[in-house]
């Protein structure tokens, strides 16, 4: 019978190590997938990062294109055009892109935000939704605010009653009035 309790125990401890065994294989699979997590969490970062630089640089090129004149807009001078005629249509083109700037920075400026008219069902959908996010005070609460609020009340009324007597009394006693 000795024996037998022995390959118990044997056999448990083996079924113990392959529990371990398996965990620890858990736990690698685990770290494996939070490292390609973070790798994906970085790599998604410098993404939009990269999107902000390029944006940013568009518009910087753009804004260059728009102040100056590039290459490509001058015309050459065809047969039997003289080159003030080529010189006056550059000078043209260019005020012509000035003022389309100026005026679209213009529009930019002017626009603003159209507030959108709301019918008076909207208004009360809103308002109601936005009650029933409210926190209210519970009864017992509310009482004792309330008594509170009585109690400054009737101190600092009483506090200017008797200050204003007294002032009164003061007055009456300079005016060379009896005291009453």
């Known amino acids: 019978m000795a024996k037998k309790s022995k390959s118990k125990k044997s056999s448990g401890n083996t079924s113990n190590a392959k529990n371990i065994k398996a965990l620890i294989n858990q736990n690698k699979m685990i ?12 790599e998604e970062a410098e993404a939009r990062e990269q999107a902000k630089l390029e944006a940013k640089l568009a518009q910087e090129a753009e804004e260059q294109q728009a102040q100056s004149v590039t290459a490509d807009e001058v015309i050459a001078p065809e047969d039997g055009v003289e080159a003030k005629e080529v010189e006056n249509e550059e000078v043209v083109k260019t005020e012509e892109k000035k003022v389309e700037t100026v005026d679209k920075k213009k529009k930019d400026v002017k626009k603003k935000p159209v507030k959108e008219k709301k019918g008076a069902g909207k208004r009360i959908k809103e308002t109601v939704s936005e009650l029933k996010k409210v926190s209210w005070p519970s009864f017992k609460d509310v009482v004792k605010k309330t008594g509170v609020v009585l109690a400054v009340v009737i101190f600092f009324s009483v506090v200017l009653f008797a200050f204003d007597f007294l002032l009164s009394m003061l007055y009456n006693l300079f005016q060379g009035n009896p005291i009453v």
């Open 31 to 42: 770290e494996k997938e939070n490292a390609e997590a973070e790798k994906r969490k970085q």
